[in-house]
C-alpha cells in the first residue's frame, strides 16, 4: 500500500507550518505502507495541481492531506471538502477569492474517503485529544481537500482521501494570548495513529465483506 502525506508551507505570516514540521519527521513505513511527501504551496489553483501531479506520478492507494488550524485544541479529522473559496486573508500568491465556487459545475460538497471515525479513535488511543470535524474552512485547506476529491471521484475513485487539521506548535503560540498549541512529537504520534487506522481499516475491508455498524465517537 501506498500512501502520500502532503503538507502546506508557512502562510499568513508564520514562519512554519506544523504540517510540514510533521512531514519532515514522519516515518517512511507505517503499519507496513510506503509513505511518500510533498510540500504543498499555500496557493489557490497550484496546491491541487500539485497533488493531482504526484497522484498520477505515484500512483498512491491512499492521499492524507495535512494543515494549520490555528485555534483549534484538537488534533480534527475533516468529513467534508465544500465547493467554495471564501478567503479571509491572502495566499501565498496574493490570491484572495470570495464567495467563488471551486467548480461552478461540481457537486457542493464531497465526503472524505478515508474512514474518518477510525483515525479519531486511533489518534485518542495514542493519547492525542482529536475529534471529527465538519468543516475544513473555505481557505486554502478546504479548497485542496476537495479538488483533490473532486479529481479523485472522476479519475481514480479507488484512491482513497482525506484532510487532518493540526492546531499551532507551542512556539507558534508564544505572544498569542490563550491560543492553543500542540507539541511536534504529539502531533507526529496522532498522524502515525491515524495512517495506521486507514491501512488498517483497508486490510480489514478487504478480507471482510461484512457492513459495519455506524460508529459513535463522543464530541
Ligand atoms: N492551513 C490553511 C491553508 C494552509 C494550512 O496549513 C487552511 O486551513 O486553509
Known amino acids: 500500500m501506498k500512501i502520500l502525506v502532503t503538507g502546506f508551507d508557512p502562510f499568513g505570516g508564520e514562519k ?15 503499519a507496513g505502507a510506503k509513505i511518500s511527501l510533498l510540500e504543498v504551496p499555500t496557493v489557490f489553483g497550484e496546491s491541487v495541481a500539485k497533488v493531482i501531479s504526484a497522484i498520477e506520478k505515484q500512483k498512491p492507494d491512499v492521499v492524507l492531506m495535512i494543515g494549520q488550524a490555528g ?10 471538502g465544500i465547493n467554495i473559496d471564501d478567503a479571509r486573508i491572502p495566499d501565498n500568491k496574493n490570491n484572495q477569492p470570495i464567495d467563488k465556487p471551486i467548480d461552478p459545475e461540481g457537486p457542493a460538497a464531497y465526503f472524505a474517503t478515508v474512514p474518518v471515525k477510525a483515525m479519531v ?99
Do not use: D, W
Not at 512554519?16 to 507505517?30: D, G, Q, S, T
Not at 485555534?71 to 467534508?80: D, K, S
Not at 495514542?126 to 478546504?142: D, H, I, L, R, Y
Open 121 to 219: 479513535q486511533a489518534i485518542r488511543k495514542s493519547g492525542v485529544p482529536a475529534s471529527v470535524s465538519n468543516t475544513a474552512g473555505t481557505f486554502v485547506c478546504n479548497h485542496l481537500l476537495y479538488g483533490v476529491l473532486h479529481y479523485l471521484a472522476k479519475n481514480a475513485p479507488q484512491v482513497k482521501a482525506g484532510f487532518i487539521h493540526i492546531p499551532l506548535l507551542i512556539e507558534q503560540a508564544i505572544g498569542k494570548t490563550n491560543m492553543p498549541s500542540m507539541g511536534l512529537k504529539t502531533m507526529v504520534t496522532a498522524i502515525e495513529a491515524a495512517i495506521t487506522a486507514v491501512v488498517s481499516s483497508s486490510s480489514k475491508k478487504a478480507s471482510t465483506k461484512k457492513p459495519k455498524s455506524p460508529q459513535k465517537v463522543s464530541s
Open 71 to 80: 485555534g483549534r485544541y484538537e488534533v480534527t479529522v475533516e468529513r467534508i
Open 16 to 30: 512554519v507550518n506544523p504540517a510540514f514540521e510533521v512531514l519532515k519527521k514522519l516515518k517512511r513505513n507505517i
